[in-house]
């Protein structure tokens, strides 16, 4: 006998999606190429070429590249032309000692010592962001080439911010506190149903539109706004321009921040912002701290004009001992990493896949920039992103 079981529609839909998905994924080659990397990164391609980009520029002779494994760099200089000489080392440390005649530096932490050389023309950076890079001279004057890895780290970046979602959403901050105080009978905030709520995403990049997919995926409203994507996908309802964020953040459940900091996004979410926003809002930030005016936050939270927040230390000036935020209530408050990744020995297939396209992308880039044409993921320093 068959025994029959009844599961509610929309139950039913997600299953029937889920498993055509998995179908799908296993019906599909795990193609790792160029083209498919810069079709899944959605990887803008500079307007004018790096020769156009470095004032009297001339063919490199040396790139500094630090690599995951050492059969990297010999994989690297094979894309190279004659003449250009590919350095790979392991450490930030390691590359910055290799500065004095390098043509460039590629895959490193701005935050090292990268100082005034005679050659240096293009910088790739590992981060998403890039306004530290700023303070590397030649930059700030569109003397030398900065790239970013924004658009590649958009699923990682994603995942953290749904993450902090559903953790407020279901009061699971308050939970740990419940548990870590060993009384498990203090009520935490009232739930929050995430399926017909809202979503405004503030910066639709590569980030925010895999944020905006994931989102509508578990059946939220989503809108944004941003300062130069007119053509959102159609998990999207709606992109307004930033001067729209006063009167569309209202309409909000959730705030998720995915926005780089420039000088129009520093501070932009202050009280007056965070008064416009619904009393039991979540706000999630975990972009760069310095967009949030941070004890504005904690009174807001303090307050009760937000319901809760999750945010980023992502600022090189670190927190005092006695600011607000430490006690502020209903605040998930990470450092600049937010949740660590997995090492290379225990990442998914998934992972694997994407960490060499991105490195087809690197190697990509390296070649354009040796023969001095157009390059993937150029920072404007004029605009901050």
Known sequence: MIRRTTVPSRIASLLIAGCALSAAAAAEPDTIDLATAVKDFQLPESSRTAKQLIPGWVAPRKIVVVVDKPERTAWLQASMPSGVLVLGVRRDADAAAQMADADALVEVNCAIAVGETPRLRWVHANSGGSDTCLAVPGI????????????????????????????????IDVT??????????????????????????????????????????????VIATDPVNRNPPPFVSRVGLPEELPTLIGQADVVMV?????????????????????????FVNWARADIVVATDLAAALKGGTIGSA??????????????????????????????????????SAKAARDNEMRWLVVRENMRRFATGERMYSVFDPARGY
């Open 140 to 171: 700030a004057r569109a003397e030398v080439i900065l790239t970013n890895s924004q658009k590649v780290k958009n699923t990682v970046l994603a995942e953290m911010g749904m993450g902090y979602v559903l953790a407020l959403s279901r009061s």
């Open 176 to 221: 740990l506190q419940n548990q870590q105080a060993r009384d498990l009978n203090r009520r935490g905030r009232p739930g929050k149903r995430l399926e017909g709520a809202t979503m405004l995403i503030v910066g639709l990049g590569g980030a925010g539109t895999e944020i905006a997919r994931m989102a509508s995926a578990m059946g939220m409203k």
């Open 310 to 347: 999750a945010l980023n230390w992502a600022t090189y000036t670190p927190l005092p001992k006695d600011h607000p935020l430490w006690d502020a209530p209903n605040l998930i408050l990470a450092s600049w990493a937010g949740a660590p990744v997995a090492p290379a020995r225990e990442v």
């Open 258 to 282: 995915a926005a780089p900091l420039t000088p129009a996004t520093r501070g932009l979410f202050d009280a007056a912002m965070f008064a416009r926003m619904k009393s039991d809002a979540i």
